[in-house]
């Protein structure tokens, strides 16, 4: 049996890893190529947005010139970020 200040070390370790994992941000930048249909179907398809939140991350990358439009894990948000490199959008992701 473990005792009290072991059972609380190990809870840190394991809070603080999965906060380290989540601060990660999916960012899809502004550029004169890709029509507001395309980076929104884009964003339904790979990020699993839905219409409307896709429609208004759209709206947030033309007035603003960026969005976060998602945060996880940096494992989890690079496969979305190349699948979006790939249909020519441009995607980064920042810490």
Known sequence: MMDT???????????????TEQVHSLIVWNDDVNTFDWVIESLVDICDHEVIQAEQCALIIHHIGKCSVKKGAFTALRPQAEALI??????????
């Not at 790939?86 to 995607?91: E, F, K, L, S, T």
């Open 5 to 19: 200040d072991q059972q609380i070390l190990t809870k840190e370790i394991t809070v603080t890893e999965e906060i």
């Open 86 to 95: 790939d249909r020519g959008i441009n995607a980064t992701i920042d810490y």
